[in-house]
């Protein structure tokens, strides 16, 4: 695995793959990998002849009372998982190759931003579409690859990719899941043992929801019940159950349901969802 | 059983029962009555001829921003649970009855008040000795039966009978516990779902404590390997070692040693304590 610090010396390597005909998949990172980035990469791996895996914790996605500061890193670890899956580039920029003259989003989200995880982290998703823009810029890829947990990232990307009119095709894989139903994430790192103990609940509510809407369930009553299922020491910032492709409100026209929720467990803020086809289409 | 609501008529029926030569235990308690309280009632029936069951929510004993107001009460609960068992009298008080003039402690508690669960409740074994005085005075009891799990509070209540030059012998059972060793407290339905699951954790602590104490560990860092088991949510108020009968540093001529803390679990503060012999005396 080539490990590249510079746009000139990447935009130059992907040049000479490029003039041998070879196709180019994207899997960006925040670094701290899991599981399920690993599986990113397997996916890019189907997806395109050469991949290029990136690690950039992109500041302007964290507001001043996040955690940028303190976000996990294993840049040891990530090596080698990245070289045992088969990635072919490493991509390591620092933030001045990103943003050489601090520049702010030039891409306005939207509505979609707004809402879920948008109204507790209000400039969380304009710094995910400007470092997105920004690495598709400069990877130029045939294929990205984003996790599902990040539902609402994944769709406000599929939706600048249509704005933008690029010719990138985004790829997803389903949440990656710990044993017991946690979805993987970095953070989870920052639960103590006891709060990793309870943190399967959240998951469990999810599903407890999904089947209660398969039963026929109200929306308001099965929304109720997970409230109460996530009691202390959880802290709900929002469940929602909407029309999967819009993140709004489901109608007759719905083909897929997304429940989602986001979850504050002390210190650490945890979100999950389960996205299924509507059986009463 | 006689429920009885007034002092004038509890100390009739007791004046009768003792013409007949029959000896008294008393059982108080503040109400919510589970497990632990009705083996109080078993143990002041081997005790004592008359078994006397309280419930009063003291007033005195709770500050401004405690529970007072919303400790659970369970009434036909508790009074179908002390028939069960055999009580043979329920006194009721109302607060006018124990307190008629408003009057405050007349005895001062010492030392021993100020430690452990006095330190974060400073007048909470202040009011614990004024109504256990005034039930000792309006009861006139052989014998009075506690808990252990309350362990500051038993020794509080012998230092006591010993100043006072009372006639009454205190008798005391073990910690009641839940199958998963949760300290049997009416105060435990305060707890969510997820704060009943980790509440094993806190017993646990203290017997791993005891465990790392058998095995020679130094008492700071077997505090500290329990400080770091209970991390968030618990917040640990104290967890001490000490010895048994002073509540005091052990010393080499300590016979017994008790480790004893007191943990909040969101706005549940929970209290737990092992006492065993020490083996190397």
């Known amino acids: 695995m080539r490990i590249i610090e510079t746009i000139g010396a990447l935009q130059e390597h992907l040049g000479q793959c490029r003039d041998q005909g070879k196709t180019i998949a994207l899997v960006p990172t925040m ?36 955690d940028l500061d303190k976000y996990p890193h294993s840049p040891e ?4 998982g990245l070289v045992d899956r088969g990635a072919d580039v490493l991509f390591l920029p620092s933030v001045q190759q990103i943003y050489p003259e601090n520049q702010t989003s030039d891409y306005e989200v939207g509505e979609i931003a707004a809402l879920l995880c948008g109204k507790s ?8 579409a400007q470092v997105v823009s920004r690495f598709f810029d400069i990877v130029e890829p045939d294929v990205a690859v984003f996790g599902e947990k990040d539902y609402q990232q994944l769709q406000i990307i ?12 985004i790829a997803s894989i389903e949440i990656a899941r710990e044993s017991d139903g946690l979805a993987m994430s970095t953070r989870n790192k920052y639960l103590s043992t006891s709060e990793r103990m309870l943190a399967p609940h959240f998951n469990q509510a999810l599903r407890q929801a999904k089947s209660n809407y398969e039963s026929g369930m109200a929306l308001d009553d099965l ?44 210190i650490t803020r945890l979100i999950d969802n389960i996205v299924f086809r509507r059986s009463n289409v």
Not at 77 to 80: C, E, N, P, V
Not at 226 to 238: T, V
């Open 31 to 66: 670094g701290g990998l899991h599981a399920g980035h690993l599986q990113l990469v397997d996916k890019a791996k189907t997806s395109a002849d050469i991949v290029v895996a990136s690690i950039f914790v992109n500041p302007t996605q964290f507001a001043p009372n996040e």
């Open 77 to 80: 670890a990530d090596k080698k």
């Open 121 to 128: 982290r209000p400039i969380h998703f304009d710094g995910v």
């Open 158 to 169: 599929k939706q600048l990719v249509k704005r933008q009119n690029r010719n990138i095709s």
């Open 223 to 266: 929304i109720n019940k997970a409230r109460e299922s996530l009691g202390r020491p959880f802290e709900l910032d929002y469940f929602e159950v909407l029309d999967a492709n819009t993140l709004t409100q489901i109608t007759t026209s719905s083909a897929d349901v997304i429940i989602v929720s986001a979850v504050k467990l002390g």
